[in-house]
């Protein structure tokens, strides 16, 4: 009831954009004016309690899910520089207790090798940073550095001239060096890089070994292998794949691989461009019916009313043989102290979800991004803040993060058998082999278009959508963003 | 005459503080909403451009909008049925029929679910709804229904009654012991001298209780009624407003409008909707019951 304290919202859904301008507005009106709008919510909901939101993070692409922490020493050197000085504002999305310590030290390790230079570390939880960016945003009062996901976020920003073009700084140095290409390209827009990458995310099939020799069974590597593989499971009364989508992300990762093996990337690039997106090409559909055919042969029944954590219990206790997963969760997977069951690190293993044969796709992109900071393009204190991101980006201090968390470093060489575990290190050399990274397309598209397949996929679940139905709600959606580009 | 006056003036003096805060965080963000709701802007496009009425326009013509009042109104006819036709039914049996340490008992029982953050609650009720392993879908295998068994809150058709379900589970208890103080304060001799009469039970809740608690099952018909106009944490927990957009509220389908969306002025429109429908519901209720009270 509506006199109950406010609970905070795990969603997951991606955020979208209007039309941007490069115009600042009376400032403290605007932050009035957002407030306004929460207001009518959140005063009408109780203004009795704020509880901060605590609801576990729904979508770990972006609140992702890492190792514990695994005795690290040896904080890394601070890099040499000329005396710099002034004090710059950091708002990440971290505010975990789990992941949390690993920012902060960063920070104070910097800050101990320039005395001169403060930073105030701002962390808040996933979907908090994304209301407080808008506030922030709209009032002018953006931090130095702030958190970003690839994708049409991220192009916010930049069409609305709040971030820094760090082209110049990274791409026409070295400093371009530190990072596996990969990550660059997925954080470019039109060329030019708006953004440099912190975290490595990809999308994989985590599966169970000892099921899979059980029953006989080879990992597949064709789609239509896939499904022989789902109906010899379920024949032996062994759930295939564990899937959850309550708040649709899940469905939606499933399609952002296939539609990268269906649609030829040229016209992907073309489609997810909101001024220039029309997603006619019939691969998309074709993406959309070998979904409906994983969910037919593999997937749990029903889905909509489970949870991606819930279905993850059961291929944990070994009920169901597969998960699609991102990486970021393979310290839930292999981690003892996150809930992992004794031993099943050794069993878990994983691949890339099998491509079908003769597709008109590529079938060499693999699903995921980089978590990234942006860096505000009024910035006084442009100096520091460079320094500082190429600090973060040296290989001990992304090696650290590999090691305190359990996630992947975008930086070349920061992963070793010596600070992770071996799952990592082969999702290492998936990534080396991509050609590129297929970003989640409910953050790579604009927020219509990401509605309208956020959407239509759990109405395809439901039965009350086809394919095609789906497709022409996306089409719609694509002519929307168009025009609120173009206005 | 000096005095007086000053003594005027300084009682406006000490309202001055309550009436500014209420000025500043009250009347003005309501009002600056209804102006904000003709304006097309995001957090993104920092000037405001005007789009007098569209905003409105679009929400009469958005499916979605009229779901989700449609969710608010089922919440609210179900909640005005359960829990303050229900809470007020279960108080006069607490205090009326269950006698000794029972009651104190069943009052806790009931009550605890009240006490339970949403949070909790919400995950509680995501097993309880699980279609693989949750309690309900279970139930009904065993009882031989496998053909009922439903993802509750996954399927559209089910998702918002699955949650409205869960908010009567959560909030019966919390009525309930408001009615309860309410009848402690209706004097027993009205009771006992209506037994004499040899009036039943079921005719002294008819023609004592509910009378006497006239007042406090207003204020709770205005507290539910508004609060299912509110709805947000619920719906934001257990579906977030899926699947398809089933199980919105105006209350999510403001904030996914304004946080996600990106489309500040139309949530401002929604915002001006639930403020109207809720303040209507305030005064005609208020004005229905100018001067009822019931006296014996």
Not at chain 1, 94 to 117: G, R
């Amino acid at each position: 009831m509506g006199w109950m304290p406010w609970v905070g919202d795990p969603g997951p859904s991606p955020v979208g954009h209007r039309k941007e301008r490069n115009v600042h507005g009376s400032g403290i009106r605007r932050v009035f004016a957002l407030a306004v709008t929460a207001m009518m919510l959140f005063t009408a909901c109780s203004s009795s309690a704020t509880t901060a939101p605590t609801a576990a993070p729904a979508n770990p692409t972006q609140a992702a899910a890492g190792t514990a922490a695994a005795g690290t020493s040896a904080a890394p050197a601070a890099t040499a520089a000329p005396e710099l000085s002034g004090e710059i504002s950091i708002l990440e999305k971290y505010s975990d207790p789990k992941y949390a310590p690993y920012w902060e030290k960063v920070v104070k390790d910097y800050m101990t090798a320039h005395p001169k230079v403060k930073i105030d570390l701002q962390a808040e939880g996933d979907q908090p940073v994304k209301d407080k960016l808008r506030v922030l945003t709209a009032s002018g009062n953006l931090p130095d550095i702030y958190f970003s996901w690839a994708g049409d976020f991220a192009a916010k920003f930049v069409r609305g001239g709040f971030a820094a073009d760090l082209t110049d700084a990274v791409m026409k140095t070295d400093w371009k060096n530190s990072y596996l290409p990969a990550t660059l390209d997925a954080l470019s827009y039109d060329g030019k890089l708006y953004a440099v990458p912190i975290t490595l995310d990809a999308k994989v099939m985590a599966y169970n070994k000892q099921l899979f020799a059980d029953n006989g069974v080879q990992v597949p590597s064709t789609m239509a292998q896939l499904l022989q593989v789902c109906d010899t499971l379920k024949g032996k009364g062994i759930e295939p794949i564990a899937f959850g989508n309550t708040y649709g992300w899940p469905a939606v990762h499933y399609l952002t691989q296939l539609n990268y093996y269906y649609v030829p990337a040229a016209t992907l690039a073309k489609d997810y461009n909101p001024a220039t997106g029309e997603f006619t090409d019939p691969g998309y559909v074709q993406a959309l019916q070998a979904f409906a055919d994983i969910n037919t042969h593999c997937l749990t029944p029903k889905s909509n009313g489970i949870t991606h954590e819930n279905a993850q219990a059961e291929f944990l206790n070994g009920k169901a043989a597969m998960q699609y997963v991102e990486t970021v969760e393979f310290g839930l997977l292999t981690d003892v102290n996150q809930g992992a069951p004794e031993g099943f690190a050794d069993k878990m293993s994983f691949f890339k979800l099998p491509a079908p044969e003769g597709a008109a796709g590529d079938a060499s992109y693999l699903e995921g991004a980089p978590d990234s900071f942006m860096v505000n393009s009024k910035t006084q204190h442009m100096d520091v803040v460079l320094d500082f991101l190429k600090y973060v980006s040296s290989k001990p201090v992304a090696a650290e993060m590999t090691q305190m968390l359990g996630w992947l470093a975008p930086v070349v060489g920061s992963a070793s058998a010596d600070n992770t575990f071996p799952q990592n290190i082969q999702v290492l050399d998936e990534i080396n082999k991509a050609k590129g990274m297929a970003i989640w397309l409910d953050t790579v598209t604009q927020i219509d278009v990401a509605n309208a397949y956020l959407n239509g996929l759990q109405a395809m679940l439901d039965g009350s959508k086809t394919p095609a139905d789906v497709m022409k709600d996306v089409q719609a959606a694509a002519v929307k963003a168009k025009a609120s580009v173009s206005q | 005459m000096v005095v007086g006056r000053l003594r005027r003036f300084s009682s406006w003096l000490w309202l001055l503080p309550a009436v500014m805060l209420v000025v500043v965080f009250v009347y003005y963000p309501v009002v600056d909403n209804i102006r904000l709701s003709f304006f097309s802007w995001n957090a993104f496009a920092p000037r405001e451009k005007w789009v007098g009425l569209d905003n409105y326009a679009n929400l009469l013509a958005d499916p979605i909008f009229w779901k989700a009042l449609f969710n608010n109104i089922a919440y609210a006819v179900v909640s005005i049925v359960i829990q303050v036709g229900g809470g007020l039914v279960l108080a006069a049996i607490l205090e009326e029929v269950v006698t000794g340490r029972w009651k104190g008992f069943f009052r806790v029982v009931f009550f605890i679910p009240a006490t339970i953050s949403l949070t909790v609650t919400g995950l509680l009720f995501q097993f309880i709804y699980n279609p693989k392993i949750g309690l309900i879908d279970q139930f009904l295998v065993w009882l031989g229904h496998p053909e009922l068994v439903h993802a509750w809150i996954g399927e559209e058709a089910t998702a918002i009654w699955g949650i409205i379900a869960m908010s009567q589970w959560q909030s019966t208890g919390y009525v309930m012991v408001l009615f309860i103080v309410a009848m402690q304060k209706i004097p027993r001799e009205l009771y006992e001298a209506a037994y004499i009469d040899g009036a039943s039970r079921r005719q002294a809740f008819y023609h004592i209780t509910v009378p006497l608690v006239r007042e406090m099952s207003i204020l709770m018909l205005i507290i539910t009624i508004s609060g299912a106009f509110l709805v947000f944490s619920e719906v934001q927990v257990m579906t977030a407003g899926g699947p398809n957009n089933a199980s919105h509220t105006l209350g999510t389908w403001l904030y996914k409008n304004a946080f996600f969306n990106d489309q500040m002025g139309y949530a401002a429109a929604i915002g001006t909707v639930i403020f109207v429908i809720t303040f209507a519901i305030a005064v005609i209720q208020l004005w229905w019951n100018r001067g009822k009270q019931v006296e014996y």
